[in-house]
């Protein structure tokens, strides 16, 4: 009897040491951020990276009585190391918080998500259907759709009736494509053609040959944050920023972290996009001169899907009292609306993903660089492809 009761006590004992040991765990919340630091798709973990560090650098590394620890690892653009990696950091360092990245990687990571109850920001992925994947996904990125539909409806506005599109191939392309011919059809254009351009290391000559062969007013274009470099010096060397040819296409392909370089090849290029590093409220000249100091790079529409990531975890947090169970997190997130650099966003409570402006911008030289300078605000804009599948 009395051994039992000795038996009882140390196991008594060790569930109270174990109770305690989390408890203490507890006082630290940790982000974990799976994201391509290296190969074609770095620049994006790069991005994502100062942009996160910033977040905590301003904000300071407590929130709601609790620490935040931020936990970087490099996919390497890599779907089965982005699940493993997710694994690795709900199992061991035991994160209450993960961030994704690119498209593929965030499509593996859902179900690890979802088992582990893990509260997951999507901080890149463009896609519409990956806030699906899983119950606990939040956007604070975009989707090309929200983009794609807007510049074919301006395109069709501003005389465009033939076009062809160019477009990396993969699941952001596709949707791109898809949205983007849907409007331009509608308004009585006709796409030509779709010419898929792969997506590591691309060669976009041959694709630029037979667009320009095949004649049309407009070309719609969607390469992925890191190319929008490498697509204007091509562009440029063959003829085509003299040939006429009206080019268009989302934010993407003007991305600020690849315009100071693209010298004069995009210059009056029109775009839909959801940030601008030239955005003209006060709240954003602070961030993009914050980020620049931070990184030595201008700020672009990636880096402020991870800035406003951290600020969704953190005033979440500051609504739960630091509850982290994931439900009573996903909870708070859903419906929250805050002032971006990028301007006013919000959390739509029904889809989870993000409501933004999407501004029609043109890329203009203002003090000897090449800077996208907005012009219209479509306000509160959905992911298009959620609304018609409601509707
Ligand atoms: C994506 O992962 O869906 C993605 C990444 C970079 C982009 C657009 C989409 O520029």
Redesign the pocket.
Known sequence: MRHRRFIAGCLAAAVLALAGGSAAAQDTIKIGVVIPMTGTSGA?GREIAGATKLYMAQHSDTVAGKKIELIIRDDASVPDNAKRIAQEMIVNDKVSFLGAG??PSAMAMAPVATEGKVPTVVM????SVVTERSPYYVRTSFT?GQQSGIIADWAIKNGSKKAVSILSDW??GAEAGKVFEASFTKGGGQVLDTLKVPLANPDFSPFLQRAHDLQPDTLFVFV??GQAGTFARQFAERGLDKSGIKLVGPG?ITDDDDLPTTGDSLLGVVTAGIYSAAHPSQLNKDYAAAYQKATGHRANFISVGGYDGMNLIYEALKRTGGNTDADTVIGAMKGMQWESPRGTISIDPRTRDIVQNVYIRKVQNVGGEPWAIESETFPAVKDPLKEAAAN
């Open positions: 994006v690119l498209t890149v992925s463009g896609t090309l699941a952001p992925p944050a993407d």
